[in-house]
């Protein structure tokens, strides 16, 4: 019993510390993802400490890193859509952008207000797409799994989404970093 | 009209390679001439300007728990295994879906049985006798057709408070 015990013991230990690594990695980025999204980096706070609760009681472990980050982001979005229609009453721009106005100023001089304000003019979804696409790399297929979607709509959301936003880049005079 | 959807083969390779970081020169050759690749390029580097501005601010000033209070809330928020919450509740169900018939089962059993108590106690209560041996006659001056529609209003009257008294007493057995 005692050597059950200890191997019980050992194998929830490797977990723990799995998921501590997988935690480093995830949370900052996940809450990135939540305070864009929501404009609000109280609820953003209290929205991924909830995923990742619901993610150790439904994640299955033997899953890949990345599907399980992509899970972690499911539930952030599910989420998200239930807090933003929770407080549909309160306006997320608003917020957002007094949130912009008392920010230091950011070491990304590219972001100026007025860009920032571009984005914040989005959608909530719409900039969970454009974040998850550009932002993290995610290809349709997973957004699509993330979102309950299929992947042909979100080609084309994404499409319309990009071109668009695009456009007001350039009529904004922005111009993409030159990296090698 | 929907506009036509523009895409390029290369697009889910560029935007892949954007988050992980920049772009190979032969992709990089290849957005300079595509006009999709181009606006995949421009997004992608707003967007991960944008996101390296909230990690900043993530650093500053984000409060979220360390991953052990979050492993403590979740071990905390999970049935013990073993537990078999429908056996457990078993016996209520049962005893929901029995409890009204076997009480009024019960009730009928105990009337018949003392059947002749129950008529000597209820005719021995004064005004009880009158008022039953008058519901049968009809009042002086009330027409027969009156009397009769009196009748009938008064037993539907009385069928409908039995009925509703029923219908609360089961809705409230299967809450």
Not at chain 1, 19 to 32: I, V
Not at chain 1, 115 to 133: E, H
Not at chain 2, 41 to 67: C, F, H, K
Not at chain 2, 91 to 106: E, F, K, Q, T, V
Request: hydrophobic share 45%.
């Amino acid at each position: 019993m005692g050597f059950v015990r200890q191997l019980n013991e050992r194998a929830d230990r490797i977990r723990d510390d799995a998921f501590e690594a997988f935690y480093a990695r995830t949370a900052p980025a996940l809450w990135g993802y939540a305070r864009r999204v929501c404009g609000d980096s109280a609820l953003a706070d209290d929205i991924v400490q909830e995923t990742f609760l619901r993610y150790l009681n439904n994640v299955r472990p033997e899953m890949p890193e990345r599907p399980r980050r992509a899970f972690a982001y499911k539930i952030a979005s599910r989420l998200l859509v239930d807090n933003i229609r929770r407080h549909k009453a309160v306006s997320l721009e608003t917020v957002e952008e007094q949130a912009a106005r008392d920010a230091p100023l950011s070491a990304h001089e590219a972001l100026s207000p007025d860009l920032k304000r571009l984005f914040v003019s989005l959608k909530p979804r719409d900039r969970a797409l454009l974040w998850l696409a550009y932002a993290e790399g995610y290809s349709h297929v997973e957004i699509a799994e993330i979102y309950g979607l299929r992947a042909a709509s979100v080609k084309v959301m994404l499409f319309r989404l990009r071109r668009s936003f695009a456009a007001r880049l350039r009529d904004s005079g922005y111009r993409p970093e030159e990296r090698p | 009209m929907t506009d036509p959807i523009c895409t390029c083969a290369l697009e889910e390779r560029v935007r892949a390679a954007l988050a992980q970081g920049g772009l190979e020169p032969e992709l990089r050759a290849h957005a300079a001439g595509c006009s999709v690749c181009r606006d995949v390029v421009a997004v992608s580097d707003w967007m991960r300007q944008l996101r390296n501005a909230t990690l900043e601010e993530y650093a500053a000033g984000a409060r979220i728990p360390d991953a052990g209070v979050i492993l403590e809330r979740a071990r905390s928020r999970r049935i013990p295994r073993g537990i078999d919450a429908p056996e457990i509740l078993k016996p209520l169900r049962i005893y929901r879906r029995i409890a009204l018939p076997a009480g009024l089962g019960a009730g009928i059993v105990v009337a018949v049985l003392n059947a002749s108590s129950i008529k000597a106690l209820l005719l021995s209560l004064p005004g009880l006798r009158t008022l039953i041996s008058g519901l049968g006659s009809r009042p002086p001056g009330m027409s027969p057709a009156s009397f009769g529609l009196f009748m009938m209003l008064a037993g539907l009257g009385l069928l409908s408070i039995l009925v509703m008294a029923a219908a609360t007493g089961i809705k409230q057995t299967q809450r």
